[in-house]
C-alpha cells in the first residue's frame, strides 16, 4: 500500500508560483509513473502532468510551459512547479499513479489534496 500526502496550495494572485509536494510512503515499486491531478468544484478530476521513472513528461496542453513536474525517488516524493498562475488554474490538485490498474494493485487511495486558488 502507498500512502500520499499532498502539500504546498495556498491563495495567491495572478502571474504568482507555487510549488506543490507530494509525499509518498510505502512500496518504492509502487511509485512509477506518477501524475498531478486536479478537480476544479463542478468539474471531473484531470491530468494535468506525468512523469515516468526515467524523467519522461507529458503536459496537459493548459499548462504546457508554465508548470513543471518533478520527482526524487531517494525520498518518494513528486513535486509540481507552477509559474504564471491563472485563475483557471484553482483546483484541488491530487498526486497519485498515472495508471488506474496500478492504483488498484497498490492500493494508492486518493489524499486529501492540496487547494490551489488563483483570485483577483
Known amino acids: 500500500q502507498v500512502h500520499l500526502v499532498e502539500s504546498g496550495g495556498a491563495l495567491v494572485q495572478p502571474g504568482d508560483s507555487l510549488r506543490l509536494s507530494c509525499a509518498a510512503s510505502?512500496?518504492?515499486?509502487?511509485?512509477?509513473?506518477m501524475a498531478w491531478y486536479r478537480q476544479a468544484p463542478g468539474k471531473e478530476r484531470e491530468v494535468v502532468a506525468s512523469?515516468?521513472?526515467?524523467?519522461?513528461?507529458l503536459y496537459t496542453p493548459s499548462v504546457e510551459g508554465r508548470f513543471t513536474i518533478s520527482r526524487d525517488d531517494a525520498i518518494m516524493t513528486l513535486y509540481l512547479q507552477m509559474n504564471n498562475l491563472k485563475p483557471e488554474d484553482s483546483a484541488v490538485y491530487y498526486c497519485?499513479?498515472?495508471?488506474?490498474?496500478?492504483?488498484?494493485?497498490?492500493?494508492?487511495?486518493w489524499g486529501q489534496g492540496t487547494q490551489v486558488t488563483v483570485g483577483s
Open positions: 510505502g512500496s518504492t515499486m509502487c511509485f512509477s509513473v
Open positions: 512523469i515516468t521513472k526515467e524523467g519522461g513528461t
Open positions: 497519485n499513479a498515472d495508471s488506474a490498474a496500478v492504483r488498484a494493485m497498490c492500493e494508492m487511495e
